[in-house]
């Protein structure tokens, strides 16, 4: 059976602000200051991407990890 990989959900402790850009890269199993960059330089860049709306709008929708132990290289 294959091992399912954890649904997105806001780090606790990947965080700075709300823990998005943290969840995002445990998600992806990407360094979470590297989508911390590249979130910030796709914001300043492109006016097409409001980042503080779709940055408060991850932080309501995406639930927040419940559990500090899991995570992608435990699975």
């Known amino acids: 059976m294959s091992e399912s990989k954890p649904g997105l959900m806001r780090s606790r402790q990947d965080r700075m602000l709300a823990g998005v850009c943290g969840g995002l890269a445990n998600w992806l199993g990407w360094s ?4 911390r960059v ?3 330089l796709v914001s300043v860049l492109s006016a097409a991407f409001p980042g503080i709306i779709v940055y408060v709008i991850l932080w309501i929708v995406m639930p927040q990890r419940d559990d ?3 995570s992608i290289d435990a699975l």
Not at 32 to 35: E, F, M
């Open 32 to 35: 979470p200051g590297l989508v």
């Open 38 to 40: 590249l979130f910030v």
């Open 68 to 70: 500090e132990d899991l």
